[in-house]
């Protein structure tokens, strides 16, 4: 998440992480992911790296 970010959708249901099947995850680590609440993650506006809100393009 630190690297790649991540995405939050506030649905009204618990907090959950998911992801894409990988054989590159270790099952260990991704177990550790149950112990992170919502207040241990930061919010970062991110809004001045959009190029155009109709696309997925962003400024670097």
Do not use: R
């Not at 649905?11 to 609440?37: I, R």
């Not at 241990?40 to 190029?51: G, I, K, Y």
């Amino acid at each position: 998440m630190k690297t790649y970010g991540m995405m939050i959708a506030d649905n009204g249901t618990l907090m959950a992480v998911s992801g894409a099947p990988d054989e590159h995850w270790n099952d260990d680590d991704l177990s550790q992911l149950k112990q992170v609440k919502a207040s241990d993650l930061e919010a970062a506006d991110v809004s001045s790296l959009m190029v155009n809100p109709d696309s997925a393009q962003v400024n670097d």
